[in-house]
């Protein structure tokens, strides 16, 4: 059985990884072909993440994680841990209203849910076909109203993340996430998420004459949000990862991370960690034969 293992990320920054097709002015983001939600590219986790280990432990340890990279015509290295594409799990939304006060929240929906316990192998059952969430009630959209039924005690257990959260998360945020959570149904959560993302106009100014040259949009996905990632090890049976590697990649999972583009500008920052790090050094079951 190979190894599995499920990872999350809380974005503390906007995230901003590039989108394909021609938009005019505005700046797209990476989209699911199948859904349409913004998700964050596993090369693009992979990549950050071998940066991390590379700067942090040392080019070897990078190289027996990741593979070496194909340079100076050197024959490209096999990888022994994976990463898959961290997708959506719950997206803040901070334009609804209950009882006339503006509430913070998180929503998402049952497919993601389901994919989500998948992972994470846990049970899961139908959600219902109307929205459902922590407080019961009448929320306000717009020009919208929500009706909001409360969880059952069955939903709650669903909905939980696997593992610990982070230490930096766990006082911090779990408590507030606790209480101010709502499922809705798949296509009302594909419009809400869609006013969910944080947009910004920018421009560039024209260095002689101090006139503002170009306008674009960026669209990004917004702070808050908790994205969800499967990864694992794949051991080389003859030069397998060592314990330190384990260790220091570990570490750098329950970190802070950026990922995507324009860290210039602070985007892409996120609070990373793990459901299981147990090592798989001494677990012969994720072994694979490969050719040196």
Not at 20 to 32: K, P, S, T, Y
Not at 87 to 110: E, K, Y
Not at 158 to 186: F, N, Q, Y
Not at 218 to 233: E, F, H, K, N, S
Request: charged share 20%.
């Amino acid at each position: 059985m190979a190894d599995f293992r499920v990872g999350y990320l809380y974005s503390l920054a906007p995230i901003h990884c590039g989108g394909e097709g021609d938009l005019g002015n505005i700046l797209e983001i990476a989209r699911e072909v199948h859904t349409n939600f913004p998700y964050i590219p596993g090369s693009s986790l992979r990549g950050g993440l071998r940066e991390e280990v590379q700067q942090s432990i040392s080019k070897e340890s990078a190289d027996r994680l990741f593979g070496k990279e194909l340079e100076d015509g050197n024959q490209m290295g096999v990888h022994q841990v994976w990463f898959s594409d961290a997708r959506l799990l719950w997206v803040p939304m901070r334009t609804m209203s209950l009882q006339g006060n503006d509430v913070f929240l998180w929503v998402s929906c049952p497919s993601l849910l389901r994919d989500h316990a998948l992972l994470a192998k846990r049970s899961f059952e139908v959600f219902p076909d109307y929205a459902v969430g922590d407080r019961a009630g009448t929320y306000t959209v717009a020009d919208a109203e929500i009706q909001v039924t409360a969880f059952s005690n069955t939903q709650k257990q669903m909905i939980e993340l696997a593992g610990k959260w982070a230490d930096s998360l766990a006082t911090a945020v779990k408590p507030t996430w606790s209480t101010c959570r709502i499922v809705l149904p798949d296509s009302d959560f594909q419009v809400l998420m869609e006013h969910s993302l944080w947009t910004q106009v920018r421009n560039k100014i024209d260095e002689d004459v101090g006139a503002a040259q170009i306008f674009w949009t960026d669209i990004c996905i917004p702070r808050d949000t908790i994205l969800y990632y499967a990864w694992g090890y794949s051991l080389h049976k003859q030069h397998p990862i060592t314990s330190q590697d384990h260790e220091g990649l570990t570490t750098i999972l329950s970190g802070l991370l950026q990922v995507g583009g324009q860290a210039n500008i602070g985007r892409g920052w996120v609070q990373s960690w793990i459901a299981d790090q147990s090592s798989p050094v001494s677990n012969e079951r994720t072994s694979v034969d490969m050719e040196n």
